[in-house]
């Protein structure tokens, strides 16, 4: 399987816990983004990474979390002392280097579920 | 205003019969446009993406982009039941440093037998 893939599917974690979630890109692909998606809306975007480097992060990503990618292959999140408001869906996105038009293929999503 | 918007559905649809999508967006700026198609618990899937105006067939989807309305639709025709599904309208914007997208918050479809 040469597609996006990420570890592990399903998260359940207690409050206060630290979680982190993996994402392996499809290989030759130099872009990597994390979003998060909430029931009844669409995927929102955390980060994005060209290579190693985290070239933008959103507002919505607060300091309780953390991104790496640090051999431009793999990606990893990370979520410092969960609250129940993180609980989501987390979504990793691939996309070809030097694609013009950005098209990005999803990974199969961590779902997080904290109580 | 949202970024990109899409009426949330339910849209029904008889088999066999044409689906149309629509969605509108309010930056002129966005360069690229994509429609993903999402399952119940699952990833969103990338149907077909759309960059200069006018239409773009694949198979029995086609795109439609009117940069001066502002506004892109999807056309689904033969409606299966497997087509039933959120679609997601997304809008990809180079921000200097990254291009990124911005999603609406779909629409679901329902193909009736």
């Known amino acids: 399987d040469t597609g996006v893939s990420q570890d592990p599917r399903h998260k359940i974690t207690k409050r206060g816990q630290n979680v982190t979630f993996r994402c392996d890109p499809i290989s030759e692909h130099n872009r990597l983004y994390w979003y998060r998606q909430t029931l009844g809306q669409g995927p929102e975007f955390l980060t994005y990474?060209?290579?190693?480097?985290?070239?933008?992060k959103s507002r919505l990503l607060s300091d309780r979390f953390s991104a790496e990618r640090p051999k431009g292959s793999f990606s990893t999140l990370e979520i410092q002392r969960t609250e129940q408001g993180d609980s989501a869906m987390y979504l990793c996105?691939?996309?070809?280097?030097?694609?013009?038009?950005?098209?990005?293929?999803f990974g199969p999503g961590t779902r997080l579920t904290v109580l | 205003q949202k970024e990109v918007e899409q009426n949330s559905g339910p849209l029904s649809v008889p088999e066999g019969a044409i689906a149309s999508l629509n969605c509108t967006y309010s930056d002129r700026g966005s360069q690229s446009f994509f429609w993903y198609r999402q399952y119940s618990g699952k990833s969103p899937e990338l149907i077909m993406f759309i960059y200069s105006n006018g239409d773009k067939e694949d198979g029995r989807f086609t795109a439609q982009l009117n940069k001066a309305s502002q506004y892109v639709s999807l056309l689904i025709r033969d409606s299966q039941p497997s087509d039933s599904a959120t679609y997601l309208c997304a809008v990809n914007l180079y921000t200097g440093t990254a291009s990124k997208l911005t999603f609406g918050t779909g629409t679901r479809l329902q193909v009736t037998l």
């Open positions: 990474f060209q290579n190693e480097a985290q070239l933008e």
């Open positions: 996105a691939s996309s070809p280097a030097g694609g013009p038009f950005n098209e990005q293929f």
